[in-house]
């Protein structure tokens, strides 16, 4: 029987809290669009294994090693969501099998590893190779995507992305409070970010200047290694300016101490004819035109004044499971099986993947030195 007339089988590798929130986005799809089942888990952590398992409305098998469950022929696609560090590991052991992946961001902490990975998924493999870029399936997000590609704020000039929020959760080992595993914060928190604004603006971005510390957060933390007392070096607050090749900008504002914000994600983008804007988690999209009042009415009325703004609140009454990113997990849970079951690409693949960490990495190399820095300074020739 063919993945196209029954459910599709999944194995999650890696059962954290992000591997948890991938099982309870499968059994909310139920039987939708075929259906879906998670038939095998793996995780060496006994705690993780054991949450999971609690999770499933099927029994699964259960691994403690990933290429176990890579061979054990219980399932269609695999679902990994172990720690940034681990990925490339991962990856080059599942892009071995025919097995359809859809891989956690980041891809990679390192460009070596992603185009390594590149270039063992090119023309060798059947199943398809999604990274998880889950921000621009946000309804209101969606929706001003739509817009602003619909040509309702006229020619893009600038994008503006701020996130105000509590600190990194904990995790196994707390391994995220370490550059050396996530990648570093720009790479780990806002490789989503980089990754909508490329998408908002369709270009991809020539340089970028970025500033950041370690302000506030987890600078009493102490954890014992082997080469003795550390302290945790993830940055907690960053701005960051992009410029691409048609001239137009995008910006991060970034605070990890701001637990305390209204609508803590709040993305604008900005046209030479208009204004958009999404903000959660109240789901709200506003948008207006100047031609609206500005244009037709003496220069000098001040703006702030709210006229010609509609505001909206935007939802999909198709999400079952809202879960941590307000249902956009979901939806790319419904794309992924959708592209599988008819035999179509990846909405989000290998190189996009690998390009929002490249700007990730490039921001944290303008932080330490100070300076801007070229993509090309990060990416290989051609890119």
Known sequence: MSPSSRPLRYGIIGCGSMGREHIEN???????????????????????????????RDAPQVFE????????????????????????????????????????KP???????????LARAAGRRGGIVWVAQEYRYMPPVAEMI??????????????????????????????????????GTLVEKCCHY???????LGERPLRIYASGGQRVNHLDER???????????????????????????????????????????????VGDEGKLE????????RHSRREDWGRRQAWGQPSGTARGVSVRRVWDTGIKYAGHHFGASFIEHQRFAAAIRAGRPAEIGLEEGLRAVATGLAAHKSIDEGRVVALAEVLPAGW
């Open 146 to 183: 739509r817009m602003a590609h619909g040509g309702s704020v006229g020619r893009i000039q600038q994008v503006a992305i701020r996130e105000h929020r509590e600190p990194f959760y904990p995790k196994v080992g707390d391994w995220n409070r370490f550059s050396a595993n996530t990648g």
């Open 26 to 56: 499968l059994a909310a799809m139920g039987n939708e669009g075929g259906g879906a089942r998670v038939t095998a888990i793996a995780d060496p952590h006994a705690a993780s294994r054991e949450a999971a398992l609690a999770l499933c």
């Open 65 to 104: 090693d990933h290429r176990a469950l890579l061979a054990s022929g219980l399932c269609d696609a695999v679902v990994i969501a172990t720690p940034n560090h681990t990925h490339a590991e991962m990856m080059r052991d599942a892009l071995a099998t025919p097995l359809h992946i859809l891989v956690e």
């Open 278 to 285: 999404s903000l959660l988690p109240s789901l709200t999209l």
């Open 194 to 200: 980089f990754n909508l604004m490329d998408l908002v």
């Open 223 to 269: 954890y014992d290694g082997p080469e003795g007392p550390r302290t945790p070096d993830i940055l907690d607050s960053a701005y960051a300016i992009l410029e691409y090749p048609s001239g137009a900008r995008a910006m991060l504002d970034l605070c990890m101490y701001a637990e305390n914000s209204v609508d803590n994600e709040h993305i604008t983008v």
């Open 107 to 117: 891809l990679v902490t390192r460009i070596d590893d992603g185009l390594d990975l």
